[in-house]
């Protein structure tokens, strides 16, 4: 019986898993670095968690989500985010008297999607939250955090940031129904798709990528007309600091994010090096949620980035150490193998045993596994207690002991 995995899942192993680790790694000491604290939250919710706060009418709540009854008919359903299972499990613990809270989370995400490159049903994310302050510096902060993670992980990529203000949800309410009326107005022109969001979210057209689209959304009410002098000033602040940090942006007056929690600061990482997936890393301002979720009135900012994605551009990972296989001629001269071997792992090398026991073999997975050097280790070098070490890029090959074997493999 051969049983496929799930379509829109994938098994992650060997240069894959290198990649991964990295990230996960990098995230967490990013993390650490800027103040926030990890959270583990589980990977199933109560299906109301997800519903009303993402959005009736979002993709994610209509389409997308994978949610089922229980045993006891419990609705429950797979996470397809981070952010209110964080919120949930902050106010559940009581984690929320002493403001900001910082709080940072990996791990698996659920979406239905129509799998493709960079796209998946069972997805990874990182995901940031500072919950409980209006200061813009947490949005520079954030954003600032993100930009230094792609910095680290793909720093070769072209990444664009692109960023919007959405204003406070009045704003955005008022909005609403000024581009209502517009779409009400062009709605000949528009696809049938966007024609049906007119009245459920007319925001989520701003995102349709449909060609006969275009002309409309580009000459549609711009939001940031619409915005307070406050909301202004905030964003102006914002933009201020991050050029400051030498942070190219993209105004972007037609981003709106998919999620419907938005609010104030929108932005997200793009690039056009993977496909149509676009986006490795999203977020922005949900003043207002925690609130709808049963806590406080308390504002946040977050981000969240695909794990998969960032690995798509990530080169595979070579080791700051050089990479060094044992060829170990006779099972009788491990006992001096095993000097160099603890020898070379005490000084962080990457060390391999390949349990063969025979040159010719050793050498041929040393190449496979693509070594810098291999330490040959025979009868000659058992009595005269020292190691011959192959440089396997040039052939140079010199007898060593432990005290200058590691000038030779720097
Ligand atoms: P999102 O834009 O829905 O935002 O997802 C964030 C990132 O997750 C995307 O930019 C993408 O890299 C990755 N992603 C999403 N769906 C998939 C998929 N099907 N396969 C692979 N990767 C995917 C959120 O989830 C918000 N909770 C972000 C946030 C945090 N906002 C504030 N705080």
């Known amino acids: 019986m051969k049983i496929n995995p799930v379509r829109g899942t994938h098994d992650l192993f060997g240069k894959d898993i290198e990649k991964f680790n990295k ?18 939250t589980p990977i199933f919710e109560s299906t109301e968690l997800f519903r009303k706060p993402l959005g009736e009418q979002s993709d994610v709540v209509l389409k997308e989500m994978y949610t089922f009854k229980d045993r006891n008919d419990d609705e429950i359903t797979l996470r397809p985010e981070y952010t209110t299972p964080m919120i ?26 129509r799998p493709q490159k960079g796209r998946y049903r069972q997805f990874n994310q990182i995901n940031f939250e500072n919950f409980g302050t209006n200061d813009s510096f947490a949005d520079v902060e954030i954003i600032n955090l993100a930009n230094l993670l792609i910095k680290k992980l793909i720093p070769k990529k072209k990444i664009k940031l692109h960023i919007n203000s959405l204003g406070t949800r ?13 779409f009400n107005q062009n709605k000949n022109l528009l696809c049938s798709e966007s024609k049906d969001k007119i009245k459920l979210n007319p925001l989520r057209i701003l995102d349709s990528k449909r060609i006969e689209d275009k002309e409309v959304i580009d000459k549609a009410p711009v939001l940031l007309e619409f915005l307070s002098k406050e909301n202004l000033n905030d964003y102006e602040q914002i933009k201020k600091c991050l050029n400051e940090l030498d942070i190219l ?23 056009n090096e993977i496909g149509s997936q676009d986006t490795i890393i999203g977020g922005g301002r949900y003043n207002g949620l925690i609130e709808v979720l049963g806590g406080k009135d308390i ?20 080791f700051k150490n050089q ?29 391999y045993w390949n349990y063969k026991y025979n040159l010719k073999k050793s050498l041929s997975i040393a190449n496979e596994k693509k070594a810098n050097f291999a330490i040959i280790i025979g009868e000659d070098e058992n009595i005269n207690n020292n190691f011959t070490v ?13 005290s200058n074997i590691l000038e030779f493999i720097k």
């Open 299 to 318: 504002p946040g900012v977050g981000f969240a980035g695909g794990i998969e994605r960032i690995m798509l551009l990530m080169d595979d990972i070579s």
């Open 323 to 351: 990479h060094i296989h044992l060829a170990i001629l006779n099972e009788k001269y491990k006992t001096h193998a095993l000097k160099v071997y603890d020898f070379l792992i005490k000084n962080n090398y990457s060390v």
């Open 23 to 40: 990230i996960v790694f990098e995230v967490k000491k990013t993390a650490y670095q800027f103040g926030f604290e990890e959270l583990i």
């Open 170 to 182: 009045e704003n955005l309410d008022n909005y609403k129904k000024i581009l209502t009326d517009y």
């Open 390 to 402: 192959k440089n396997l890029s040039n052939g140079d090959q010199r007898v060593k002991d432990l």
């Open 88 to 113: 949930r499990a902050a106010i559940s613990n009581g984690l929320l008297n002493k403001l900001p809270v910082k709080l940072f989370g990996t791990g698996q995400m659920f979406r239905r999607e």
């Open 249 to 271: 942006i993209y105004e972007d007056p037609t981003l709106v994010r998919g999620l419907d929690y938005y609010c104030n600061t929108v932005f997200e990482f793009k690039t």
